[in-house]
């Protein structure tokens, strides 16, 4: 079966850095990705990792060990829009996503 | 269109009424998401369209959950006499062919359902 495991919740400051962890479980791998979902809206597009490694964005960067089953969101000079959940997905077997139940990114001042 | 278009935004309803959910796909997106989120959830599988196969229902609850899509185009999700249960944002998607391609989803803005 699949599996994906982020932490609930995230409390971090305004200008710092954080760091979003997943873990995954899956029969065959082809991929990860990782949402933005603000209250209220719908979850947009971040990333897709397919290979192992760091991949840099502009502030947020996404990374991916498949030997591991790990990835994490880096995310640089935080600011208080940035507060949201972060959605870490991977694709199941019929080409839908599996999605993890979010870390929600508190930002304070 | 430009986006994904879901309508109403918003639907309050009383129990034991049909609701139907309404979307519209990006113009050649060929792959059609439904979703389901409770509050502080995440999200929740329910089915999936594909071109003209077969759609993949392996998420819908139960049999009071449809949904049909023409072609390649809009999609309605019907809840027949709804419960409190349902209550949810009802999230559709769509992408170019399939998830696995990289392009990832384009989600539309929910339709907020209230069972009361």
């Known amino acids: 079966g699949q599996n994906i495991d982020q932490p609930t919740e995230m409390t971090a400051t305004e200008g710092a850095i954080v760091q979003i962890n997943c873990t995954y479980q899956?029969?065959?791998?082809?991929?990860l990705f990782w949402y933005q979902q603000h209250a209220g809206e719908a979850p947009t597009f971040l990333s897709y990792?397919?290979l192992d490694g760091l991949e840099e964005k502009g502030r947020f960067s996404s990374f991916l060990s498949r030997s591991k089953g790990y990835s994490y969101l880096l995310l640089k000079e935080l600011q208080m829009k940035d507060s949201a959940s972060y959605l870490c997905a991977v694709p199941g077997s019929n080409y839908q996503l599996i999605w993890g139940a979010g870390t929600k990114l508190i930002i304070k001042p | 269109g430009a986006g994904v278009s879901q309508s109403p935004s918003n639907k309050v309803t009383e129990k034991g009424k049909d609701v139907e959910l309404r979307c519209d796909p990006i113009?050649?997106?060929?792959?059609l998401y439904w979703y389901r989120q409770r509050l502080g959830q995440g999200l929740e599988f329910l089915i999936y369209f594909q071109g003209n196969s077969a759609p993949d229902k392996s998420g819908l609850p139960s049999d009071r959950f449809s949904a049909e899509r023409t072609g390649e185009s809009v999609s309605t999700l019907t809840i027949q006499r709804t419960q409190q249960e349902d209550s949810a944002v009802y999230l559709c998607?769509?992408?170019?062919?399939?998830?696995?391609?990289?392009?990832?989803?384009?989600f539309g803005s929910g339709t907020r359902l209230t069972v009361v």
């Open positions: 998607a769509s992408s170019l062919i399939g998830a696995l391609q990289g392009g990832g989803y384009t």
């Open positions: 990792n397919v």
């Open positions: 899956t029969s065959g791998f082809n991929g």
């Open positions: 113009s050649g997106h060929t792959a």
